[in-house]
């Protein structure tokens, strides 16, 4: 169906939604440039709150679409608007929002603005409508998965290398291409199997042996790429195998959390393209094999793109070939072993802010901003604040990993990403204190714990986000002391699920393990932690689990990185506070449920009694304040007796040192 729209921009105090009259002449305004829905974009400055109400007049449900700051546009769970039916939404003035039917035809794009709006979409009005761009934020379609259980054939060879080479075709959203993937045998190996997403179509794979090509069959079983192989390999024999592919790939949905290729244009209608694949794996766009404890020690990546824009990624970049079909091949070479989600493509008419940084081992780091032309000025300032947070982290955990590679930050149309040495983030240019934005400063630092320290496995993920989020925490106690520590705790505290434990005993994969307390659950913890053992402890835990040998800070040839779990991480606990901590480990990290604090008044005080899973062993001691002060309450086999009545105790746990849940 085609419809066109009117909208009214109703400026009253009396509103004709339910029949009421209208106290004024609405002024008819006509549909904005199809363009906008492309190209436009929500600035990220504070806006007033205005009313829009959206009045369907049609026979079919329609949908309403925000236009994000990241020039993509949101379908909003709250935007469906059925027949006949009047919607009121409580959102910002001076942002564009899209309606279209339920079969992606857009109807109409409109600016609101501050007051009361009012949209009258009708049957009697009829334009014609375009379809809605291919890249749509829908968080109601499922994402793919990385990890989780492994066949033999592939565990029986490590990868060595990946030598990537695409060539990306923007306005088709097409790419070709190959991967040439260099392996070591573990184990007598009959058949390659690799991961390629069901998307993209393999053309060709080729056993390189003796500068020969020797093509495979390919047989695709449970999404697994299976490729026989002549002869058998041998242990320790070196595999090289090529494969060629090409297609649409998975387009990004709600990036990164639900990750592909996001095909997004600048404001003036340029291409602005970036890929992200940390939970889907990085089989949505290149063949490998999808496991997070199997990095290549090296990856070399060619990608080639219409002249007019600039193809930025991981490593070095080691020269530029301009073509004489009018495309550009661009050249980078990764010299560090690299999670296979870190690798990365980002493609924009981007400008480049050069910058330098000298760091604890008197080393001059490369930094380097790849930014739309449109923010040049306000990226100059607002990214040279990562001089000070590389300062405050090395200070803590120790120098830079890969400082001869490079530290860079390109401009992606999403939120964030730790994308090895090529950090992705948005276009928002704010601020939480002077000089200070917490999202950068927490990629920044994923260089450290998640690129250089990488969880071996998805149940032990909580170790990247968690020790990240913990500096976070200490980065805002040095620029605002202990109120702007508690405060950072305090935001770890909010929305915790507790489904499932933070460090499972089962094999899990990412979309499994993924979860808002992978991030906040496991920080907050720490900050548990630091009650337990002392801050300057847990200073030296986090140090040493970046580089538990001192000799490691003076290496940058990838012998630096490692994997890590949660064992390692309560060994280092041990070590540094000759504490055994394992009950903590258990109950906090192996159980999902928070522990349960029991408070009984009986002939003798107060009884608080710690209520665990299989009665586990949890003594944790516990602050109690009275007009008194704060002391501090230990407990025996669980429980603590206390002569004290309930109303002499005025807070328990005042500096909420502990996540836990209370009944009385």
Not at 76 to 90: A, D, P, Q, Y
Not at 127 to 145: A, H, M, Q, Y
Not at 622 to 650: C, H, P, Y
Request: a negative charge; proline letters at 4%; glycine letters at 6%.
């Amino acid at each position: 169906m085609k419809y066109k729209l009117s909208i009214f921009l109703l400026l009253i105090s009396t509103l004709n939604i339910y029949g009421q009259e209208i106290e004024s002449n609405p002024e008819k305004l006509e549909t904005l440039d199809w363009d906008i829905m492309y190209c436009g974009s929500t600035k990220t400055e504070v806006k007033e709150s205005c009313t829009l109400y959206i009045k369907n007049e049609t026979d079919d449900p329609i949908q309403g679409y925000w236009l994000n700051y990241y020039n993509t546009l949101v379908k909003v769970r709250f935007g469906r608007i059925e027949s006949h039916k009047t919607k009121k939404l409580n959102i910002k003035a001076n942002e564009y929002w899209v309606f279209s039917d339920l079969d992606d035809n857009a109807l109409g794009v409109y600016q609101t603005t501050s007051g009361v709006n009012e949209i009258i979409i009708d049957e009697s009005n009829i334009k014609n409508s375009v379809k809605l761009p291919k890249t749509i934020e829908d968080r109601s379609i499922p994402g793919t998965s990385s990890g989780g259980e492994i066949l033999t054939e592939q565990r029986s060879y490590d990868v060595l290398h990946y030598d990537l080479s695409l060539e990306i075709l923007p306005e088709s959203h097409y790419i070709r291409g190959n991967n040439k993937i260099t392996a070591k045998v573990l184990e007598n190996l009959d058949d390659f199997v690799f991961d390629l997403d069901s998307l993209l179509t393999i053309e060709n794979v080729y056993l390189v042996k003796n500068d020969k090509s020797i093509k495979l069959p390919v047989e695709t079983i449970d999404g697994k790429h299976w490729c026989k192989l002549p002869t058998q390999y041998k242990k320790d024999e070196l595999i090289i195998v090529n494969i060629e592919y090409s297609g649409n790939p998975r387009i990004a949905t709600h990036a990164p959390y639900k990750g592909g290729f996001s095909w997004n244009k600048t404001t003036d209608c340029q291409p602005w393209i970036a890929t992200s694949s940390q939970i889907d794996g990085a089989d949505v766009w290149l063949p490998c094999k999808d496991y997070q404890w199997d990095e290549p020690d090296s990856v070399s990546l060619s990608f080639t793109v219409p002249k007019e824009l600039k193809a930025i990624s991981n490593g070095i970049l080691i020269n530029k070939i301009e073509n004489r079909d009018e495309t550009t091949t661009y050249n980078w070479e990764v010299k560090n072993p690299i999670n296979n989600y870190d690798i990365a493509l980002n493609i924009a008419p981007y400008v480049y802010i050069p910058d330098n940084y000298v760091g604890i081992t008197n080393d001059s780091l490369d930094l380097g901003y790849w930014v739309l032309p449109e923010n040049f000025e306000k990226a100059k300032e607002f990214y040279g604040y990562s001089k000070k947070y590389l300062k405050f982290l090395e200070l803590h955990l120790g120098p830079y990993p890969f400082r001869k590679e490079k530290l860079g930050i390109v401009e992606v149309p999403f939120i964030a990403m730790e994308h090895q040495t090529i950090i992705a983030y948005g276009p928002n240019y704010s601020t939480k204190y002077p000089e200070y934005n917490s999202t950068v400063f927490h990629e920044i630092c994923h260089e450290w714990f998640g690129n250089m320290v990488t969880a071996v496995d998805w149940k032990d993920y909580w170790i990247q986000e968690s020790l990240t989020g913990y500096m976070e925490a200490l980065y805002e106690e040095s620029i605002e002391g202990e109120k702007g520590y508690k405060e950072k705790i305090k935001s770890f505290d909010r929305k915790l699920l507790n489904k499932i434990p933070l460090s499972p005993d089962t094999i899990v994969n990412s979309r499994e393990i993924y979860s808002g307390d992978s991030y906040k659950k496991g920080a907050y913890l720490l900050h548990t932690l630091r009650y337990l053992i002392g801050k300057d402890n847990v200073l030296k835990v986090l140090r040493l689990m970046a580089y538990p040998d001192k000799k490691l800070e003076l290496i940058t040839n990838g012998g630096q990185c490692r994997f890590t779990n949660t064992d390692e991480f309560f060994s280092i606990v041990q070590k540094v506070s000759g504490q055994d901590l394992d009950w903590f480990k258990h109950i906090y990290f192996k159980n999902a449920t928070l522990p349960e604090l029991s408070i009984v008044e009986n002939t003798e005080g107060i009884l608080l009694k710690w209520i665990v899973n299989n009665n586990m062993d949890f003594s944790m001691p516990l602050e109690i304040m009275t007009k008194d002060g704060i002391s501090n309450v230990i407990f025996k086999d669980g429980l603590a007796q206390l002569n004290l009545s309930r109303k002499d105790i005025i807070e328990i746990d005042p500096n909420k040192w502990i996540l836990y849940n209370k009944t009385e």
